[in-house]
Protein backbone atom coordinates (compact mmCIF):
# COMPACT_ATOMS: atom_id res chain seq x y z
CA UNK A 1 0.00 0.00 0.00
CA UNK A 2 1.00 3.35 -0.90
CA UNK A 3 1.96 5.19 2.98
CA UNK A 4 3.66 8.88 3.92
CA UNK A 5 6.91 7.66 5.36
CA UNK A 6 9.55 9.40 7.88
CA UNK A 7 12.70 8.23 8.43
CA UNK A 8 14.12 11.25 11.20
CA UNK A 9 12.69 13.92 12.26
CA UNK A 10 13.61 17.43 10.67
CA UNK A 11 12.10 19.89 7.87
CA UNK A 12 8.55 18.55 6.48
CA UNK A 13 10.24 18.41 3.31
CA UNK A 14 11.75 14.93 4.27
CA UNK A 15 8.40 12.91 3.82
CA UNK A 16 8.56 10.67 1.11
CA UNK A 17 5.54 8.44 -0.33
CA UNK A 18 7.01 4.99 -0.54
CA UNK A 19 5.40 1.23 -0.11
CA UNK A 20 4.54 -0.68 2.59
CA UNK A 21 2.88 -3.59 3.66
CA UNK A 22 -0.79 -3.74 4.57
CA UNK A 23 -0.96 -4.01 8.38
CA UNK A 24 -2.65 -7.36 9.29
CA UNK A 25 -5.35 -6.63 11.87
CA UNK A 26 -5.56 -8.40 15.80
CA UNK A 27 -8.45 -9.87 16.69
CA UNK A 28 -9.79 -6.81 18.36
CA UNK A 29 -8.52 -4.45 15.44
CA UNK A 30 -10.40 -3.50 12.11
CA UNK A 31 -8.68 -2.52 9.27
CA UNK A 32 -9.56 0.65 7.55
CA UNK A 33 -9.39 1.81 3.88
CA UNK A 34 -8.91 5.84 4.61
CA UNK A 35 -10.43 7.95 2.28
CA UNK A 36 -9.27 10.96 4.32
CA UNK A 37 -6.75 11.62 7.29
CA UNK A 38 -6.54 15.23 8.75
CA UNK A 39 -3.39 17.43 8.89
CA UNK A 40 -2.87 18.81 12.34
CA UNK A 41 -0.23 20.32 14.56
CA UNK A 42 0.85 17.43 16.30
CA UNK A 43 1.45 15.54 13.13
CA UNK A 44 3.48 18.78 12.46
CA UNK A 45 5.66 18.38 15.83
CA UNK A 46 6.18 14.74 15.45
CA UNK A 47 7.26 15.13 11.96
CA UNK A 48 9.84 18.08 13.12
CA UNK A 49 10.50 16.68 16.36
CA UNK A 50 10.43 20.14 17.74
CA UNK A 51 9.42 20.86 20.74
CA UNK A 52 12.65 18.83 21.07
CA UNK A 53 11.00 17.13 24.60
CA UNK A 54 8.55 15.23 22.31
CA UNK A 55 11.30 12.87 22.07
CA UNK A 56 11.12 11.68 25.76
CA UNK A 57 7.91 11.25 25.54
CA UNK A 58 7.24 8.20 23.82
CA UNK A 59 7.80 9.54 19.82
CA UNK A 60 11.00 7.79 20.26
CA UNK A 61 14.58 10.14 20.79
CA UNK A 62 16.76 9.35 17.40
CA UNK A 63 14.07 8.79 15.03
CA UNK A 64 9.97 8.09 15.02
CA UNK A 65 8.85 4.47 16.34
CA UNK A 66 6.83 4.52 13.58
CA UNK A 67 7.65 5.56 10.60
CA UNK A 68 3.76 6.46 9.33
CA UNK A 69 2.48 9.50 10.46
CA UNK A 70 -0.62 11.23 11.17
CA UNK A 71 -3.75 10.09 13.97
CA UNK A 72 -7.32 11.01 12.54
CA UNK A 73 -8.94 9.19 9.88
CA UNK A 74 -11.94 8.52 8.46
CA UNK A 75 -12.59 5.71 5.58
CA UNK A 76 -14.56 2.36 5.00
CA UNK A 77 -14.18 -0.91 7.27
CA UNK A 78 -12.33 -3.75 4.81
CA UNK A 79 -11.30 -6.50 7.48
CA UNK A 80 -12.60 -6.96 10.99
CA UNK A 81 -11.39 -8.90 13.98
CA UNK A 82 -12.76 -12.22 15.32
CA UNK A 83 -13.72 -10.12 18.38
CA UNK A 84 -15.06 -6.96 16.69
CA UNK A 85 -18.57 -6.62 16.94
CA UNK A 86 -19.54 -2.65 17.25
CA UNK A 87 -18.80 -2.13 13.10
CA UNK A 88 -18.96 -4.60 9.88
CA UNK A 89 -17.03 -4.42 6.92
CA UNK A 90 -18.77 -1.84 4.08
CA UNK A 91 -19.08 0.57 7.23
CA UNK A 92 -18.13 4.19 6.74
CA UNK A 93 -16.07 4.76 9.95
CA UNK A 94 -14.04 7.95 11.59
CA UNK A 95 -11.59 7.58 14.27
CA UNK A 96 -8.32 8.30 16.17
CA UNK A 97 -5.62 5.66 15.79
CA UNK A 98 -3.56 6.67 19.11
CA UNK A 99 -4.52 5.14 22.43
CA UNK A 100 -3.21 7.89 24.57
CA UNK A 101 -1.51 11.27 23.40
CA UNK A 102 -0.83 12.90 20.46
CA UNK A 103 2.85 13.33 20.20
CA UNK A 104 3.62 10.34 18.39
CA UNK A 105 2.88 8.71 14.60
CA UNK A 106 -0.22 7.26 14.80
CA UNK A 107 0.21 5.10 10.30
CA UNK A 108 -3.28 7.04 9.31
CA UNK A 109 -1.29 8.68 6.36
CA UNK A 110 -1.80 5.11 4.28
CA UNK A 111 -4.16 3.68 2.36
CA UNK A 112 -5.01 1.49 4.97
CA UNK A 113 -4.97 1.55 9.16
CA UNK A 114 -5.65 -0.92 11.56
CA UNK A 115 -7.03 0.30 14.75
CA UNK A 116 -8.86 -1.00 17.82
CA UNK A 117 -12.51 -1.07 18.05
CA UNK A 118 -12.65 1.08 20.60
CA UNK A 119 -10.81 3.69 18.71
CA UNK A 120 -13.14 4.70 15.72
CA UNK A 121 -16.86 5.05 15.59
CA UNK A 122 -19.65 4.79 12.39
CA UNK A 123 -19.20 7.95 10.63
CA UNK A 124 -21.52 10.95 11.83
CA UNK A 125 -24.70 11.46 9.43
CA UNK A 126 -24.10 14.04 6.63
CA UNK A 127 -20.74 14.21 7.17
CA UNK A 128 -18.11 13.30 4.18
CA UNK A 129 -14.86 11.44 4.73
CA UNK A 130 -13.00 14.80 4.53
CA UNK A 131 -15.09 16.30 7.14
CA UNK A 132 -15.51 13.57 9.67
CA UNK A 133 -11.53 12.72 9.83
CA UNK A 134 -10.90 16.29 11.49
CA UNK A 135 -13.02 15.66 14.09
CA UNK A 136 -10.91 13.20 16.73
CA UNK A 137 -7.82 14.91 17.63
CA UNK A 138 -9.02 18.57 17.84
CA UNK A 139 -12.57 17.81 19.15
CA UNK A 140 -11.40 15.81 21.73
CA UNK A 141 -9.07 18.71 22.68
CA UNK A 142 -12.39 21.10 22.37
CA UNK A 143 -14.50 19.25 24.69
CA UNK A 144 -11.94 18.71 27.53
CA UNK A 145 -11.79 22.09 27.38
CA UNK A 146 -15.35 23.34 27.03
CA UNK A 147 -17.21 21.02 29.04
CA UNK A 148 -14.35 18.92 31.36
CA UNK A 149 -12.29 21.77 31.91
CA UNK A 150 -14.39 24.99 32.00
CA UNK A 151 -17.75 23.24 32.34
CA UNK A 152 -19.21 25.83 30.33
CA UNK A 153 -22.92 25.74 30.83
CA UNK A 154 -26.29 27.20 29.29
CA UNK A 155 -26.35 31.35 29.95
CA UNK A 156 -22.24 31.73 30.48
CA UNK A 157 -20.39 34.09 28.30
CA UNK A 158 -17.54 32.64 26.80
CA UNK A 159 -14.44 33.42 25.11
CA UNK A 160 -12.03 31.41 22.07
CA UNK A 161 -8.42 33.42 21.94
CA UNK A 162 -7.63 31.32 18.57
CA UNK A 163 -10.89 30.40 17.40
CA UNK A 164 -10.26 29.77 13.60
CA UNK A 165 -7.87 27.14 14.04
CA UNK A 166 -8.60 23.11 14.26
CA UNK A 167 -9.74 23.14 18.46
CA UNK A 168 -11.30 26.84 18.39
CA UNK A 169 -13.75 26.48 15.87
CA UNK A 170 -15.18 23.14 17.63
CA UNK A 171 -14.76 24.79 21.00
CA UNK A 172 -16.74 27.96 19.76
CA UNK A 173 -19.62 25.65 17.78
CA UNK A 174 -19.49 22.87 21.04
CA UNK A 175 -19.82 25.68 23.56
CA UNK A 176 -22.59 27.36 21.70
CA UNK A 177 -24.60 24.11 21.13
CA UNK A 178 -24.39 24.05 25.04
CA UNK A 179 -26.32 27.19 25.38
CA UNK A 180 -23.22 29.68 25.84
CA UNK A 181 -22.72 32.99 24.55
CA UNK A 182 -19.17 33.01 22.37
CA UNK A 183 -16.94 35.44 21.78
CA UNK A 184 -14.40 34.45 19.10
CA UNK A 185 -10.95 36.08 18.68
CA UNK A 186 -8.60 35.33 15.51
CA UNK A 187 -6.85 37.40 12.75
CA UNK A 188 -8.72 40.27 10.18
CA UNK A 189 -8.99 37.18 7.56
CA UNK A 190 -10.99 34.97 9.27
CA UNK A 191 -13.48 37.16 10.60
CA UNK A 192 -15.86 35.80 8.40
CA UNK A 193 -15.19 32.16 9.09
CA UNK A 194 -15.75 33.30 12.73
CA UNK A 195 -19.06 34.28 12.17
CA UNK A 196 -19.69 31.11 9.72
CA UNK A 197 -19.40 28.52 12.93
CA UNK A 198 -22.05 30.93 14.94
CA UNK A 199 -19.95 33.11 17.33
CA UNK A 200 -21.54 35.89 18.98
CA UNK A 201 -19.18 38.15 18.57
CA UNK A 202 -16.06 38.53 16.89
CA UNK A 203 -12.87 40.53 17.83
CA UNK A 204 -9.56 41.03 15.52
CA UNK A 205 -7.02 40.24 17.74
CA UNK A 206 -5.19 43.27 15.60
CA UNK A 207 -7.02 45.40 16.17
CA UNK A 208 -8.50 45.12 19.46
CA UNK A 209 -6.43 43.25 22.80
CA UNK A 210 -9.42 41.59 24.55
CA UNK A 211 -7.56 41.31 27.33
CA UNK A 212 -7.97 45.43 27.96
CA UNK A 213 -11.83 45.24 27.06
CA UNK A 214 -14.90 45.70 29.37
CA UNK A 215 -16.24 42.79 29.17
CA UNK A 216 -16.14 39.51 31.47
CA UNK A 217 -16.22 35.90 30.44
CA UNK A 218 -17.53 32.84 33.02
CA UNK A 219 -14.60 30.95 30.48
CA UNK A 220 -11.64 31.71 28.21
CA UNK A 221 -10.42 28.63 25.93
CA UNK A 222 -6.95 29.99 25.11
CA UNK A 223 -5.53 27.88 22.06
CA UNK A 224 -2.39 30.17 21.50
CA UNK A 225 -1.50 30.95 24.87
CA UNK A 226 0.20 34.48 23.57
CA UNK A 227 -0.89 36.47 26.81
CA UNK A 228 -0.11 35.88 30.13
CA UNK A 229 -2.40 34.63 33.16
CA UNK A 230 -2.33 38.23 34.84
CA UNK A 231 -3.67 40.01 31.68
CA UNK A 232 -6.64 37.22 31.21
CA UNK A 233 -7.54 37.66 34.79
CA UNK A 234 -8.69 40.92 34.48
CA UNK A 235 -11.59 39.62 32.22
CA UNK A 236 -12.69 36.84 34.09
CA UNK A 237 -15.67 37.21 35.97
CA UNK A 238 -15.93 36.03 39.44
CA UNK A 239 -15.72 32.43 39.41
CA UNK A 240 -15.23 32.31 35.64
CA UNK A 241 -12.19 29.48 34.46
CA UNK A 242 -8.96 29.68 32.56
CA UNK A 243 -8.23 26.97 29.92
CA UNK A 244 -5.35 26.98 28.42
CA UNK A 245 -4.68 24.56 25.49
CA UNK A 246 -1.01 25.69 24.16
CA UNK A 247 -0.41 25.44 20.57
CA UNK A 248 3.19 25.31 20.29
CA UNK A 249 3.36 28.11 17.25
CA UNK A 250 5.10 25.56 15.02
CA UNK A 251 8.19 25.83 17.51
CA UNK A 252 8.55 29.62 17.08
CA UNK A 253 8.58 32.36 19.87
CA UNK A 254 11.06 30.21 22.10
CA UNK A 255 9.65 27.36 22.24
CA UNK A 256 11.51 24.59 20.18
CA UNK A 257 12.79 22.92 23.47
CA UNK A 258 10.64 22.48 26.11
CA UNK A 259 7.04 23.98 24.45
CA UNK A 260 4.06 25.08 26.58
CA UNK A 261 5.36 22.61 29.27
CA UNK A 262 7.01 25.35 31.95
CA UNK A 263 3.64 27.21 31.39
CA UNK A 264 1.79 24.29 31.87
CA UNK A 265 3.62 23.54 34.98
CA UNK A 266 3.13 27.13 36.79
CA UNK A 267 -0.85 26.94 35.77
CA UNK A 268 -0.99 23.44 37.13
CA UNK A 269 1.08 24.97 40.70
CA UNK A 270 -1.06 27.97 40.80
CA UNK A 271 -4.19 25.73 40.11
CA UNK A 272 -3.90 24.70 43.59
CA UNK A 273 -4.57 28.80 45.38
CA UNK A 274 -6.64 30.14 42.17
CA UNK A 275 -10.63 28.74 41.71
CA UNK A 276 -10.14 30.02 38.26
CA UNK A 277 -8.02 27.61 37.02
CA UNK A 278 -9.01 23.87 36.65
CA UNK A 279 -7.06 21.70 39.01
CA UNK A 280 -4.72 18.96 37.60
CA UNK A 281 -5.93 16.24 36.48
CA UNK A 282 -3.97 13.76 34.28
CA UNK A 283 -6.40 11.20 33.94
CA UNK A 284 -9.50 11.39 31.25
CA UNK A 285 -12.70 9.61 30.02
CA UNK A 286 -12.29 7.41 27.57
CA UNK A 287 -11.56 8.59 24.11
CA UNK A 288 -14.58 6.09 22.32
CA UNK A 289 -16.89 9.25 25.28
CA UNK A 290 -15.17 12.19 23.47
CA UNK A 291 -16.13 10.49 19.71
CA UNK A 292 -19.59 9.52 20.47
CA UNK A 293 -20.39 12.97 21.94
CA UNK A 294 -18.71 14.48 18.67
CA UNK A 295 -20.86 12.29 16.50
CA UNK A 296 -24.27 13.14 17.91
CA UNK A 297 -23.09 16.48 18.03
CA UNK A 298 -22.35 16.62 13.94
CA UNK A 299 -25.30 14.11 13.51
CA UNK A 300 -27.57 16.68 15.01
CA UNK A 301 -26.56 19.30 12.62
CA UNK A 302 -24.45 20.99 15.82
CA UNK A 303 -20.99 20.62 14.95
CA UNK A 304 -19.71 20.99 11.09
CA UNK A 305 -16.05 21.17 10.34
CA UNK A 306 -15.27 23.69 8.13
CA UNK A 307 -12.49 22.82 5.42
CA UNK A 308 -9.70 25.07 4.09
CA UNK A 309 -8.11 22.92 1.37
CA UNK A 310 -7.44 19.35 0.84
CA UNK A 311 -4.45 17.98 -0.70
CA UNK A 312 -3.29 14.23 -2.25
CA UNK A 313 -1.22 12.16 -0.34
CA UNK A 314 1.74 12.70 -2.54
CA UNK A 315 1.85 15.91 -0.88
CA UNK A 316 1.54 15.93 2.48
CA UNK A 317 4.73 17.74 2.76
CA UNK A 318 2.99 20.95 1.38
CA UNK A 319 0.08 20.27 3.24
CA UNK A 320 1.75 20.75 6.58
CA UNK A 321 3.49 23.73 5.10
CA UNK A 322 0.73 25.36 4.55
CA UNK A 323 -0.66 24.63 7.90
CA UNK A 324 2.28 25.70 9.46
CA UNK A 325 2.09 29.07 7.52
CA UNK A 326 -1.09 30.11 9.43
CA UNK A 327 -3.16 31.21 6.53
CA UNK A 328 -5.89 28.24 6.22
CA UNK A 329 -9.33 29.40 6.91
CA UNK A 330 -10.41 26.19 8.60
CA UNK A 331 -8.89 22.53 8.35
CA UNK A 332 -6.49 20.77 6.08
CA UNK A 333 -6.86 17.23 4.80
CA UNK A 334 -4.99 14.65 3.16
CA UNK A 335 -7.50 12.74 0.72
CA UNK A 336 -5.97 9.05 0.62
CA UNK A 337 -9.00 7.22 -1.38
CA UNK A 338 -11.53 8.45 -3.82
Not at 31 to 60: E, I, Y
Not at 128 to 155: F, M, W, Y
Request: charged content about 20%; hydrophobic content about 45%.
Amino acid sequence: MRAVLQDRYGPVSRLRCGEVPVPQVAADEVLVRVHAASVHPDVWHVVTGRPAVLRLMGSGVRAPKEHVPGSDFAGVVTAVGDDVRAVSVGDDVFGESLPSMQWVNGATWAEYVAVQQERLLPMPTGLSHVEACTLPTAGIIALQSVRDNAKVAAGDHVLVNGAAGGVGSLAVQIARADGATVTAVDGPEKQDLLRTIGADHVIDHTRVDFTRGDDRYDAVIDIPGNHPFAAIRRVLAPGGKYVLVGHDQYGREGRAVLGSIPRMFGLMARSAVSDQIPKASFSSRPKLEYLRELADLASAGRLRPVIDRTFPLEDAAAALEHLASGTARGRVVLVVTR
